[in-house]
């Protein structure tokens, strides 16, 4: 509420983004960019609680209305944010975060290993392990592939991904 306004107020730059919420006291000569992930509160409300899923539908929705910009992280997520939203999808810019190995290996400096990293919050409505029973399967076929998790716990769900692991 404070901080990004006053920062733009005193650096003064052309674009600002955020994520899910835009700020509430906006500079007129700046353009806002939003991104927002997705509206799977409004999708799958029972796994939300109703302060969660108000607060949002709300906050995210004024958002998505009143930015200069707005951008989401896959075709799904802009059809359903332009559904409940009532946004025009084409003014919905999809932003994938993922690479593509074969045109951007030059441009990272890892070695490539082989593995698929998770980063997600440990929590029930990620299904951490349907995720965990699903890869245990591919090991069969390729006993070198590596899952990494990365994320923090939420509800308890993070111990039921542990015991999985060492199963």
Known sequence: FYDIPSLVQK??????????????WREKSVK???????VLYEDFPDLFNLTYRLIRS?????????????????HYSSKRISHYYGIDP???????????LSKDMNMIKIKYENYILFVSRFEKRKNHSELIN????????????????????????????????DE
């Open 58 to 74: 709300l906050i995210f929705k004024y958002s998505a209305k009143n930015c200069d910009l707005l951008s989401t992280c896959s």
């Open 11 to 24: 650096i003064k730059p052309k674009y600002v983004h955020t994520q899910n919420i835009i700020c509430m």
């Open 32 to 38: 806002y960019h939003v991104t927002l992930f997705d």
């Open 134 to 165: 699903a890869f245990a399967k591919y090991l069969k076929d390729d006993p070198t592939l590596k899952l990494i998790l990365v994320g923090f716990e939420i509800d308890g769900s993070k111990k039921q991904s542990k015991y999985l692991v």
């Open 90 to 100: 084409e003014k919905i810019f999809v932003i994938n975060g993922a690479i593509n």
